[in-house]
């Protein structure tokens, strides 16, 4: 089975920093993009960040660039998000995803099919 478990959320200030750990299992890692989105209830899913299968090329929206920064160990079958200077908007619960996108394809663009597990709740306070 498809397995993925995002860690590291919490209670953080607006300025501070988190950051967020997404274990794996059940899949081929290094076959897969990988990213992040958030949720908070009642609204839609924000996919804000990917990286390829390779490592490279990773993608942000605009609401988290030069904030925030997706990192991925095809060793350890695993994703990191690191997320600075927080704000209030960036309260939300956090998932990770394995995207099953053609490694040429760039991570954000088209429509893959997804997997995600349980998340992690972040909540910054203003």
């Known amino acids: 089975d498809v397995q993925l478990q995002a860690s590291g959320g919490g209670l953080v200030q607006a300025g501070g920093s988190l950051k967020l750990s997404c274990t794996t299992s059940g899949f081929t890692f290094h076959d897969y993009a990988m990213g992040w989105f958030r949720q908070v209830p009642g609204k839609e899913r924000d996919r804000f960040s990917c990286?390829?299968?390779?490592?490279?090329?990773?993608y942000y929206a605009d609401s988290v660039k030069g904030r925030f920064a997706i990192s991925r160990d095809n060793a350890k079958s695993t994703v990191d998000l690191q997320m600075n200077d927080l704000k209030p908007e960036d309260t939300a619960v956090y998932y990770c995803?394995?995207?099953?996108?053609?490694?040429?394809?760039?991570?954000?663009?088209?429509?893959?099919?997804?997997?995600w597990g349980q998340g992690t709740l972040v909540t910054v306070s203003s």
């Open positions: 995803m394995a995207i099953e996108v053609p490694a040429t394809t760039p991570c954000n663009e088209g429509e893959w099919r997804e997997y």
């Open positions: 990286i390829s299968s390779s490592g490279g090329q990773p």
